[in-house]
């Protein structure tokens, strides 16, 4: 079950004199310090045989080497995700890039394997078994780990599993879309979010869901504030309600039971969250102790749904 919370630190590169490496430092010690409580609390297991736990991934965050934080610090790369996200600058996941871009990140990390990696973004233009090939080679060879996809369509996913599965060869055990408590209304085509679909097909695979964007920006943190467009229509505010009732009942946030809600539900979800300061992690981690009971599951769950409104 998975248990760990992922980290990416935030706010924009740390640079020389800029007084922000020792706070990088503290996001560390403080990610590092915790994630084994993370693992504990939540049932342990993580991550198939190597959980993820802390994934860091701003090399400017501080001088140390790759190798100061022992075994607890987890390297998660995503392919193909380049400075510019529009889609005139993707790569796609033909055999070259996805070699290139491994050796990238081993070399930009200091690390000879990477844990966790990441096709990032769909590539239809390629055969999949290209992908699928090149992929597994590197998780044969031990370059990587554990091998994911993200912002895939469940089918696309299946059939990526279906070719390696064929081949007696490794294949995708992770995916990582967009989820939170709120719930969207997706564009036509939007392929990118958790799906009841996708959720019935992890639980029948046994795949472990990774959830990004899960505090939607910051939204939570921030009451009268409207959601992101996608994200505001009535049954979100009537979620929004029940969602600060309950924090205010537990002394807790919004953003911690949004973070225990989707640990520990059913299936457990990996929450990816970002943190540009000590004060923020220390918040985070907080959803590590926090505990939902079976009523105000139900509660969180009800909310909103049975309204008529969409």
């Not at 078994?129 to 031990?142: N, P, Y």
């Not at 946030?253 to 929450?271: F, H, N, S, Y």
Request: proline letters at 8%; glycine letters at 14%.
């Amino acid at each position: 079950m998975p248990g760990d919370v992922t980290l990416v630190p935030g706010g924009s590169p740390a640079r020389p004199g800029d007084g922000r490496r020792q706070q990088g430092h503290g996001l560390l010690d403080l990610a590092v310090g915790e994630v084994a409580v993370a693992q504990d609390q939540a049932g342990g297991g993580g991550v198939g045989p190597e959980p993820v736990g802390v994934q860091v991934g701003d090399p400017h965050a501080g001088g140390r080497g790759p190798g100061d934080h022992g075994g607890a610090v987890h390297r998660a790369v995503e392919l193909d995700q380049p400075g510019d996200p529009g889609p005139e600058h993707w790569q796609g996941l033909g055999a070259k890039t996805i070699q290139e871009d491994a050796e990238t990140s081993l070399r930009q990390l200091g690390v000879e394997r990477l844990d966790l990696y990441y096709a990032h973004i769909d590539d239809r233009a390629t055969p999949q078994e290209e992908t699928v090939d090149a992929l597994a080679t590197l998780a044969e060879r031990g370059t990587v780990g554990l091998l994911g996809a993200s912002n895939h369509a469940t089918w696309r996913i299946e059939r990526a599993r279906a070719i390696a599965r064929a081949g007696g060869r490794p294949a995708y055990s992770c995916v990582q879309q967009e989820h939170s408590y709120l719930l969207p209304w997706p564009d036509p085509g939007q392929v990118n979010l958790v799906s009841e679909e996708l959720v019935d097909y992890a639980a029948a695979e046994d795949l472990t869901l990774l959830a990004y964007s899960p505090l939607l920006k910051g939204v939570y943190a921030r009451p009268g504030e409207a959601p992101m467009p996608g994200y505001d229509h009535p049954t979100n505010r009537a979620r929004l309600a029940v969602l600060r009732e309950v924090a205010a009942e537990l002394g807790a946030t919004p953003a911690q039971v949004v973070l225990a809600w989707l640990m520990r539900g059913e299936p457990p979800m990996i929450p990816v969250v970002g943190a540009s300061t000590v004060a923020q992690l220390e918040e985070l981690l907080g959803a590590v102790d926090l505990r939902l009971d079976g009523e105000v599951r139900k509660r969180l769950d009800a909310a909103g749904r049975h309204g008529g409104d969409w």
